[in-house]
């Protein structure tokens, strides 16, 4: 089968498009024959070795839609979450690394990861959904406990989790505010719903003019460094801050507005096997299409990856598989 594999830590461009062995599913697992599939971060960040157990070489992938057993199915990238809700197991894995993942013709999976697709969305939208949208959705519902009428701040918008965290927000009823560097990511945010954008690269003091804007009950932020930081400076008192990464490092963060404020401070990573499923009703009741930035053939998947690793997209960057 063609398959895209990295074979040496050393950058996107180090993604190679080449014919592997297709895989031989273990009792319990499904193959699907791949249609589509998507970049995360994780992906680039892999191929820099910014990134644990990482074994090579290695098909990358978390995100894939396609056909298995005669049904249109999209794959829940995350193996062997665990009985507990609140936290995934130790050893608990997501697929792309160290097993291999949806860069490929084919990609073997358990079945219980195996879901129909939502029937609105085509094979490059489905594709898009899985890591991002369920990473959205526990950050958003689960763990931040998002409610219709409160107003939401979401961080540096213009990545995939950023982009489905704003249309879900806005199908549940949030009023949004985003941030960027980007002028014209704000300006797409607003087409989606945002109600105000702020640049925080042409206005320093951008955490103000948030705070005289409106009160915000809740903000999610995966960037770490200034802007978690500061989003604790900026929600209401007894309002909630979600984490879900970490791009820009770590963060020098003041106490005394956390305590004094009450502040909740909540981390989230992935989601579980329930927060997917009720991803994808969500989904599917709002008939929610993923935003997507770019789609590349398979074959080349290094210059997606390079387009990533630039931080250059809005929403997701979808791989077209060939038949």
């Given at each position: 089968?063609?398959?895209?594999?990295?074979?040496?830590?050393?950058?996107?461009?180090?993604?190679?498009?080449?014919?592997?062995?297709?895989?031989?599913?273990?009792?319990?697992?499904?193959?699907?024959?791949?249609?589509?599939?998507?970049?995360?971060?994780?992906?680039?960040?892999?191929?820099?070795?910014?990134?644990?157990?990482?074994?090579?070489?290695?098909?990358?992938?978390?995100?894939?839609?396609?056909?298995?057993?005669?049904?249109?199915?999209?794959?829940?990238?995350?193996?062997?979450?665990?009985?507990?809700?609140?936290?995934?197991?130790?050893?608990a894995t997501i697929l792309g690394m160290p097993r291999d993942g949806t860069f490929a013709q084919f990609v073997s999976v358990p079945q219980q990861n195996v879901h129909p697709k939502p029937p609105h969305l085509s094979f490059q939208e489905a594709a898009a959904l899985p890591l991002a949208g369920v990473t959205?959705?526990?950050?958003?519902?689960?763990?931040?406990?998002?409610?219709?009428?409160?107003?939401?701040?979401?961080?540096?918008?213009?990545?995939?989790?950023?982009?489905?965290?704003?249309?879900?927000?806005v199908a549940a009823g949030a009023r949004v505010l985003v941030t960027s560097a980007s002028d014209e990511k704000l300006e797409r945010a607003a087409a989606m719903g945002a109600h105000a954008g702020f640049n925080?690269?042409?206005?320093?003091?951008?955490?103000?003019?948030?705070?005289?804007?409106?009160?915000?009950?809740?903000?999610?932020?995966?960037?770490?460094?200034?802007?978690?930081?500061?989003?604790?400076?900026?929600?209401?008192?007894?309002?909630?801050?979600?984490?879900?990464?970490?791009?820009?490092?770590?963060?020098?963060?003041?106490?005394?507005?956390?305590?004094?404020?009450?502040?909740?401070?909540r981390g989230s990573s992935m989601g579980s096997p329930a927060d997917f499923a009720a991803m994808l009703r969500f989904v599917q009741a709002h008939e929610i299409r993923p935003a997507i930035d770019r789609v590349y053939p398979l074959e080349e998947a290094a210059a997606a990856a390079a387009r990533m690793n630039q931080a250059a997209q809005f929403g997701k960057i979808v791989l077209d598989v060939p038949s």
């Open positions: 089968m063609k398959a895209v594999r990295l074979h040496k830590i050393g950058g996107p461009e180090d993604l190679v498009f080449e014919d592997v062995d297709p895989p031989q599913p273990a009792a319990g697992e499904v193959l699907v024959r791949v249609r589509a599939a998507a970049f995360n971060h994780r992906d680039v960040f892999i191929t820099q070795g910014l990134y644990p157990k990482i074994a090579l070489p290695r098909i990358l992938g978390s995100d894939g839609a396609g056909e298995a057993q005669g049904r249109e199915v999209l794959v829940d990238p995350l193996l062997g979450w665990g009985p507990d809700e609140r936290i995934w197991r130790p050893d959205a959705y526990r950050a958003l519902f689960t763990r931040g406990e998002l409610r219709e009428g409160e107003t939401l701040l979401i961080t540096g918008v213009g990545g995939g989790v950023q982009t489905f965290a704003l249309l879900f927000a925080y690269r042409t206005d320093p003091e951008w955490h103000k003019a948030i705070r005289a804007h409106a009160p915000i009950d809740i903000a999610i932020d995966s960037a770490g460094g200034e802007a978690f930081a500061r989003a604790l400076t900026i929600v209401r008192p007894g309002g909630r801050v979600v984490t879900y990464g970490g791009t820009h490092g770590e963060a020098a963060i003041k106490l005394f507005p956390v305590f004094w404020n009450q502040i909740d401070v």
